[in-house]
């Protein structure tokens, strides 16, 4: 009983939140690079107001972010020591492809890579790769549109094209674009995507969503002949959106909440656009243009496994007024009464992540990989720098237990689970490095002061326990 053998335990990141090095070995600007901290970092990456530069006025912290692209043999052994059987990592595209349009792969960004796999080889880690966590090069937003453009679903095929033959044998579990939902919520931080003045812009989330939808499909065919090992996944943005209360038209919002979510797995993993969909599309008067084969595209080349992020469950009502009181977040949601919530007013529900993994498991009926969850939290180092994050490991060990009800009692089959941000990192939607997940503590603060020092927190002895005893220590 308990999780499986191989049960693939470890930690996750991506690439723009760790690596810095923003301007080294070659790689091109991305999106993901010029969003800043502050107060326009919301409207920016929610694609209100944009910025495609970097100004004097604001703080940019993907630049130098933790300097993994100079640390990552540091910080790949300290996963070592934790036990981690894998490590999610993502690849900067504008390290391989810096304008994203070349021909040609930039040799030292594949070479960074190859490097960071083979560091994880000599420590028997397998590495979990997200091929797009959320960036997109700078040069495809300006001359093309991002996801908006049919080309870029090429340059995307490239790009797979060459990773899959070059890290034959050192990769085997791919992710195609990490939280494909999140185009909806944030548009530019998600994919690139910046809005002209009085454009339908559902019409563009939703073409540029096709796009994606068609590059991965077309990845995980690829994926598949270069080696038939190659397992290929989607990966979801999720958390169960529960009604507010048993008022019917509660229950429908929720419902229809879960949907717009599922909409991208339902295509990813079932091969067909949903009937619900196309009938919300035809209301809204969004016509998708679409190539000869795109169907059968994406008919042939479902995903192998189902991937997500859960970190809270969600609330729908259609009370307006506590609608008034959800602007803000990626996500709205209503407050639920029932729970509580982090520093930064995320909900914790442990509970949620077993009912969410049903939905899920429910839904498609093949094996899930939760590959990020945990709580952000701001950690105070004591007098000799220790972080004694016993908030951290609750809320961890109160998942872990959730999930292993999903999979003793209730028999989802779940092939691993990766903490988010093993190692403290920038946070996406703040830009913050006091919003902290890590087992690790690394020494910087909002605005790049800190010595970049690593040090273990008292989670990081738990989370080696966890592993050793395969979830049965909590
Ligand atoms: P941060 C919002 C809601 C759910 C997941 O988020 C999200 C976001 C973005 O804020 O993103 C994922 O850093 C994402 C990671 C991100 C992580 O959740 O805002 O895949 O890149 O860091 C946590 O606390």
Redesign the pocket.
């Known amino acids: 009983m308990g999780f499986r053998k191989d049960f693939l335990w470890g930690g996750?990141t991506?690439a723009n939140?760790c690596e810095g090095g923003y301007d080294e070995g070659g790689r091109g600007l991305a999106n993901v690079d010029v969003v800043p901290i502050g107060e326009d970092r919301f409207p920016v990456?929610t694609g209100q107001k944009s910025m495609l530069e970097f100004d004097e006025e604001h703080f940019y912290p993907a630049k130098v972010a933790i300097d993994m692209y100079h640390r990552y043999k540091e910080d790949i052994a300290l996963f070592a020591e934790m036990g981690f059987k894998t490590y999610r990592l993502s690849i900067a595209w504008s390290r391989i492809f810096p304008m994203g349009d070349e021909k040609e792969p930039n040799e030292e960004g594949l070479k960074f890579y190859e490097d960071v796999f083979k560091e994880c080889q000599k420590h028997g880690i397998e590495p979990l790769v997200t091929i797009t966590?959320?960036d997109c090069p700078m040069h495809l937003i300006k001359e093309y549109g991002a996801w908006r453009s049919r080309e870029v679903v090429g340059f995307y095929e490239n790009l797979c094209r060459v990773i899959f033959n070059r890290y034959k044998g050192l990769v085997k579990y791919w992710l195609t674009f990490?939280?494909i939902n999140?185009i909806l919520?944030?548009p530019f931080?998600g994919a690139g995507l910046v809005f002209e003045e009085g454009e339908n812009v559902e019409q563009v989330k939703y073409q540029a969503a096709h796009h994606e939808l068609v590059a991965s499909a077309i990845a995980t065919k690829i994926a598949h002949e270069v080696d038939p090992n190659n397992q290929v996944g989607c990966?979801l943005?999720a958390?169960a959106n529960y009604p507010y209360t048993c008022k019917p038209e509660d229950v429908w919002a929720s419902r229809q909440a879960d949907r717009e979510n599922y909409f991208f797995i339902d295509v990813q993993s079932r091969g067909e656009y949903p009937a619900y969909a196309l009938k919300e599309m035809a209301r809204e008067g969004i016509e998708l243009k679409m190539e000869p084969g795109d169907l059968d595209l994406l008919k042939e080349h479902t995903v192998d496994f189902i991937s997500f992020?859960y970190?809270?469950s969600r609330v729908s009502t259609t009370d307006p007024k506590l609608l008034e009181q959800t602007a803000g977040?990626?996500?709205a949601s209503v407050k639920n009464p029932y729970l509580e919530a982090s520093e930064?007013g995320?909900q914790i529900d442990p509970l949620g992540l077993r009912i969410t993994m049903n939905d899920i498991y429910d839904r498609y009926q093949k094996p899930l990989f939760i590959v990020?969850n945990?709580l952000?939290a701001v950690d105070e180092p004591d007098e000799n720098g220790y972080v004694v994050d016993d908030y951290r490991i609750s809320y961890l060990a109160a998942h872990i237990q959730a999930m292993k009800d999903a999979v003793e009692l209730d028999g989802v089959d779940l092939l691993g689970y990766t903490t988010?941000?093993c190692i403290d990192?920038?946070?996406?939607?703040?830009g913050?490095m006091k919003?902290r997940?890590g087992f690790i503590y690394v020494d910087r603060d909002n605005y790049g002061e800190g010595t970049l020092a690593r040090t273990k927190k008292k989670s990081f002895d738990w989370y080696k326990k966890v592993i050793a005893s395969n979830g049965e220590d909590l």
């Open positions: 996750a991506a939140q990456i966590h959320f990490n939280e999140m919520h944030a931080m990966m943005a958390g992020s970190y809270s977040n990626i996500f930064w995320w990020e945990g952000g988010w941000g990192l920038v946070s996406a939607g703040t913050e919003k997940y």
